[in-house]
């Protein structure tokens, strides 16, 4: 059960993050690389990556100092990837804000987030403990959600997509990133490869858990719940566990219902999907598909001595529960 005092514990560490971020020195000139970066850094998102650094690396007594540049270094790479990944799919909408392309202009965004991610690499190279294995995992991390934005944009509108290759797509675009943070809280914690390997395992299958309830919350939630564009992955013809999900439970009814919504004016599409996904079973299909990642990450979990994992039960919970 997630208790209040894990909540106001994960409340703090995002605190003291979003303090380092915003401020954290950056030169003033020249404007157009460092104001749409410094506006990056001042946004609000959720931490998780590098709560979930922290979680793991306090739990093998790792040091404050690492752990800290570490998890900002896995905190700018994500933002790194969401600057490039918003104008590739063309969203708006970013943690409540404008995204930086739609405040500036795409090749602004570009140079920003070329620019966060050599800022990554410098507090990475920070690390006293296995600084090595550090940034060799980062940089294979790094390169497998490109692998998974190469998968999402070559499925777009592709009808043949199955759900291995979505969960494929899936796991190196969102898995493996949260589980190179958990196997970074063991690296410098001066683990052994076959904890890190379970500690990857749990970050994977939570990953994987948690976007498969972000494409559920895409249709389900709401945009000021959110902080982003929602709707526009199924719009533009991004594969989504729902749409996969229909279309293997019934190829020729969804390929007509879809047909019948994508006509229809936003309001009206959300409105006709959200019953569509309700009344033919696909949301709790999905939903079940989340829970069991959810426990195969937990279960992943038993390498750590019981009554040290109590915080990060609690967090795959919460990740599993979040409702934005």
């Not at 690492?66 to 933002?79: F, K, Q, S, T, Y």
């Not at 795409?106 to 403990?129: H, N």
């Not at 958990?182 to 858990?209: D, H, P, T």
């Not at 879809?258 to 009206?268: G, L, T, V």
Request: aromatic fraction near 8%; proline fraction near 2%.
């Amino acid at each position: 059960m997630v208790t209040d005092s894990f909540l106001d514990h994960i409340d703090q560490l995002r605190l003291e993050l979003n303090e380092q971020l915003q401020s954290f020195r950056l030169d003033l000139e020249p404007r157009y690389l460092y104001d749409p970066i410094k506006y990056v850094l001042n946004g609000k998102g959720k931490r998780l990556r590098p709560i979930i650094v922290r979680l793991v690396g306090d739990v093998y007594g790792a040091s404050k100092a690492d752990l800290l540049n570490a998890g900002l270094a896995v905190e700018l790479l994500h933002n790194f990837t969401l600057v490039h990944d918003d104008i590739m799919d063309h969203d708006s909408l970013r943690h409540g804000k404008a995204t930086v392309h739609k405040k500036w202009d795409e090749s602004t965004a570009i140079l920003a987030g070329d620019g966060i991610y050599a800022i990554a690499q410098m507090l990475l190279t920070r690390v006293k403990i296995n600084p090595l294995e550090a940034v060799h995992a980062f940089n294979k991390a790094t390169l497998y959600v490109c692998e998974g934005q190469a998968y999402d944009k070559e499925f777009e509108n592709n009808s043949g997509i199955n759900l291995d290759q979505y969960l494929k797509m899936v796991k190196k675009k969102t898995g493996w990133l949260v589980g190179f943070c958990a196997e970074l809280g063991g690296i410098l914690g001066k683990q052994s490869k076959a904890v890190i390997y379970e500690l990857r395992s749990f970050g994977l299958n939570l990953g994987i858990a948690f976007q498969i309830q972000d494409d559920i919350l895409e249709i389900f939630s709401d945009a000021k719940n959110m902080g982003k564009s929602l709707g526009s992955d199924v719009i533009s013809g991004k594969q989504t566990i729902l749409t996969v999900l229909a279309r293997q439970k019934d190829s020729v009814e969804w390929k007509e219902k879809w047909e019948e919504i994508r006509k229809k004016n936003m309001p009206i599409a959300f409105k006709k999907l959200r019953t569509y996904f309700n009344e033919n079973g696909i949301l709790d299909a999905a939903k079940m598909m989340a829970k069991d990642y959810t426990d195969t990450a937990q279960n992943s979990l038993k390498i750590i001595p019981t009554g040290k994992r109590t915080q990060l039960e609690q967090l795959t919970e919460f990740v599993w529960k979040r409702e934005k």
